[in-house]
């Protein structure tokens, strides 16, 4: 139904910036929300930042005041500008699609995630 494909990751220096995209495919709704998702190794998959399509944004506190994540609705993409990058923010990052399913339940879609890397 969906698919999310995600680009943007690399290795970068602490203090450094990246900026990830994910282009959504398939049937995209207006209740959709998008956003984005890391995973380190041996720990947790973590919300990094939601986004609404009418632009309300969620963000973890590890990242508030660093990352910003925006979504072009005509285009169906999200993206996540990451500054002032720090070793802890190294993991896999996984794009995440969430809508609603029925009056309780929500689905969700991934992306095959990307690698952001962060060295000292």
């Known amino acids: 139904q969906v698919q999310l494909v995600e680009s943007g990751g690399g290795l970068v220096q602490t203090g450094g910036s990246l900026r990830l995209s994910c282009a959504a495919s398939?049937?995209?709704?207006?209740?959709?929300?998008m956003g984005w998702y890391r995973q380190a190794p041996g720990k947790r998959r973590e919300l990094v930042a939601t986004?609404?399509?009418?632009?309300?944004?969620n963000y973890a506190d590890s990242v508030k005041g660093r990352f910003t994540i925006s979504r072009d609705n005509a285009k169906n993409t999200v993206y996540l500008q990451m500054n002032s990058l720090k070793p802890d923010d190294t993991g896999v990052y996984l794009c995440?699609?969430?809508?609603?399913?029925?009056?309780?339940?929500?689905?969700?879609?991934w992306g095959q995630g990307t690698q952001v890397t962060v060295s000292s």
């Open positions: 986004v609404t399509r009418g632009g309300s944004t």
């Open positions: 995440n699609l969430n809508r609603p399913y029925d009056s309780v339940r929500r689905l969700d879609f």
């Open positions: 398939g049937s995209i709704g207006g209740s959709d929300r």
